[in-house]
């Protein structure tokens, strides 16, 4: 089975910007979630969708926003980029649950915000 | 607030040796427990999931639960240089829909 799949790998963008991560599962898996990691916060919870639903939602402001397609690829979308937005973005999937499965995660997206 | 605490390391082990990485969580109603490992500018990869208390066992790695003190371990046995990485302890909320909560990560260096 491929594995998760994360578009683009590496992005450089400026203040004030907007940009749009995709994510595609692993096939079957109906749960995506959406991480934050830095080097100062680690691994920090943004979203998870279920059956195009969000399911969960982390502490992050409004500007970040998500949604899932009904073949289970993902987006997730920063408006008005600030510099602490820079961050390697992570996407994991599971087949049902993201709290009792287990998740598998992509290589992640890269973003320098400028 | 559910908080899962990592001593952050570096934790530096000889090669050969036992590493025993540990973390605590707060939440005491959590089920799954799960331990990541993190290559430099890699994404976590999955080493060991626990559900029950006690040990499991997956070749040199040993995972070990106790929900009454609220604490999970790793144990790599035979420890190696490409063992070398950032070890991630995640737990999941009482309820199986609620999302992970991951530790900041302990970093492993396994010296040659």
């Known amino acids: 089975k491929a594995g998760v799949t994360q578009t683009p790998r590496y992005l450089i963008k400026t203040r004030g910007q907007q940009v749009t991560l995709s994510c595609s599962p692993i096939s079957g898996h109906r749960s995506v979630s959406w991480y934050q990691q830095t080097p100062g916060q680690g691994l920090q919870f943004l979203f998870e969708?279920?059956?195009?639903?969000?399911?969960n939602k982390g502490n992050f402001p409004g500007r970040f926003s998500g949604r899932q397609f009904s073949n289970s690829r993902s987006e997730m979308n920063v408006s008005t980029l600030e510099l602490g937005d820079s961050a390697l973005y992570l996407c994991?999937?599971?087949?049902?649950?993201?709290?009792?499965?287990?998740?598998?995660f992509g290589p992640g997206t890269r973003l320098t915000v400028l | 607030q559910k908080e899962v605490e990592q001593n952050s390391g570096p934790l530096s082990v000889p090669e050969g040796a036992i590493a025993s990485l540990n973390c605590t969580y707060s939440d005491r109603g959590s089920q799954s427990f799960f331990w990541y490992r993190q290559y430099s500018g890699k994404s976590p990869e999955l080493i060991m999931s626990?559900?029950?208390?006690g040990d499991k066992e997956d070749g040199r790695f040993t995972a070990q639960l106790n929900k009454a003190s609220q604490y999970v371990s790793l144990l790599i046995r035979d420890s190696q240089p490409s063992d070398s990485a950032t070890y991630l302890c995640a737990v999941n909320g009482a309820s199986g829909n609620t999302p992970l909560v991951f530790g900041k990560g302990t970093r492993l260096s396994v010296i040659a």
């Open positions: 994991a999937s599971s087949p049902v649950t993201s709290g009792g499965d287990t998740q598998y």
């Open positions: 626990i559900y029950s208390n």
């Open positions: 969708y279920f059956s195009e639903t969000q399911r």
